[in-house]
């Protein structure tokens, strides 16, 4: 009787053992970082808007956007930069978009507030084309006083199709 009381304890205990090792999680890679988009096609960077005031966007702020080759810490390097790619809609939000084909090193966005009426807040949205990641630097500040100013505020680092956005 013992043996067979002793027989299904240790049947039972083989049974749980099985099912918590076939349940068990199995250790995945390690994620890429948020700011990290790896993409075989290229980055796209998409510039919106809003103001305050909840009026329309475009009507009463402009703001245009660059990419430079470099990383660009001062307004006063941008003369001598090689510019990559710009955007300058007057009625519309701005896009750009860095290849997986372009040279690896790092890159800087750089935004003109060309013209601003209303104070608002940006978002810069960094997506890759075919990999479908995006990533954010949401809810910048701007205001009526930097109107004419330049903004320098995000570097990506292009690393073969790795694109790792780092916001300044």
């Not at 700011?35 to 103001?51: G, K, M, P, Q």
């Amino acid at each position: 009787m013992k043996s067979i009381q002793l027989t299904r304890i240790l049947f039972i205990a083989l049974m749980l053992t099985t099912v918590l090792t076939a349940c068990k999680k199995k250790d995945s890679p390690a994620s890429a970082a948020a700011n990290e988009i790896t993409d075989a096609t290229e980055l796209e960077v998409y510039l919106s808007w809003s103001l305050t005031d909840n009026s329309a966007a475009t009507t009463s702020a402009d703001l245009d956007l660059y990419l430079f080759k470099g990383n660009i810490t001062l307004e006063s390097q941008l003369a001598t930069a090689t510019q990559i790619a710009v955007s300058d809609n007057s009625d519309n939000f701005e896009t750009i978009a860095l290849a997986s084909s372009a040279a690896d090193g790092q890159y800087t966005i750089v935004l003109d507030y060309f013209e601003i009426l209303k104070a608002g807040k940006y978002t810069l949205r960094f997506k890759g084309t075919g990999s479908g990641k995006i990533y954010n630097v949401a809810d910048v500040s701007f205001t009526v006083a930097e109107d004419g100013k330049v903004k320098l505020p995000v570097l990506i680092t292009k690393a073969g199709q790795k694109f790792t956005v780092t916001k300044k």
